[in-house]
């Protein structure tokens, strides 16, 4: 092959790996400021077929470049046939904020994110996922209970699924050495003083919420400090009779786990494909 032939090949497959991903930076009326969003489409996406779409929610402290940062998102997307989208979710915690109206996560997302990507894509509505890690895996569980008639099923990686004062205090003394977690949630939801934290937990959410029956799939690393809130999680899941499926496996809180464990939440995904 000649020098020339070359270079233009590889160009063309630069192009082509280019157009496969697009980066959205929308205003809103819920945040204070821009949301910005990766998509990443399958090599076989096109304009005649409908495909199935995974949000992904990134965690504490980090942005909508986590997952791409983690694991090769268009590598999954071509692998499953899966549109992948990963907003920002700031420290939002994917909530609406009852003290914060620039803090409003949960209108954002329903009511100006998911109309712009079923507008500008393809999508088979029998077929939308969401999962998180952390932060996400939280704002992903809780997403699907409180709209499960949007989500096909669902998946949490390292959930913080327990939003409890002094356990966030911890976590947040571990990675920082500051409570910047607690003062972050304070700003959020008030002061625990005051304000029962514990009411926006997904145990508290299942329990308010009976008739949720539907499946889905966490995991956590044994040695992540937050593995008792998926083991919680697991015994009410048993409990309340929800067809959950749980992964404990060696692993903490880090990119190391996270960039194995996502890919069980796509083969979970695949296997709940409605055809």
Not at 209 to 223: A, L, Q
Request: charged share 20%; with cysteine.
């Amino acid at each position: 092959m000649n020098r020339a032939l070359f270079i233009l090949i590889g160009f063309f497959a630069i192009s082509l790996s280019l157009q496969a991903q697009e980066k959205w930076t929308l205003r809103s009326g819920y945040l204070t400021k821009p949301d910005t969003i990766l998509i990443f489409k399958p090599k076989t996406y096109n304009k005649t077929e409908k495909f199935p779409l995974v949000y992904l929610l990134h965690g504490y402290s980090e942005n909508y470049k986590q997952w791409e940062q983690t694991v090769a998102l268009q590598k999954l997307a071509d692998q499953y046939g899966f549109i992948i989208i990963t907003p920002d979710g700031f420290t939002s915690y994917y909530i609406n904020s009852p003290i914060n109206k620039g803090s409003r996560y949960e209108d954002f997302f329903f009511k100006e994110l998911v109309p712009k990507v079923h507008q500008s894509f393809n999508i088979d509505e029998r077929n939308i996922f969401i999962s998180g890690l952390s932060m996400g895996g939280y704002g992903a569980l809780r997403n699907f209970i409180l709209h499960p008639g949007y989500f096909n099923t669902a998946g949490s990686t390292s959930g913080a699924l327990e939003i409890d004062y002094t356990n966030f205090q911890k976590v947040s003394q571990q990675f920082w050495q500051t409570n910047r977690m607690t003062d972050d949630l304070i700003k959020k939801i008030g002061d625990p003083q005051k304000e029962d934290w514990n009411k926006y937990s997904i145990s508290t959410l299942l329990k308010q919420n009976p008739n949720f029956k539907k499946p889905f799939i966490f995991d956590c690393g044994t040695e992540d400090i937050l593995y008792l809130n998926s083991e919680k999680l697991k015994s009410l899941t048993d409990s309340l009779k929800i067809p959950a499926t749980y992964i404990s496996q060696p692993g903490n809180h880090n990119t190391a786990y996270w960039s194995k464990s996502i890919e069980y939440h796509f083969i979970y995904f695949k296997q709940h494909i409605k055809i």
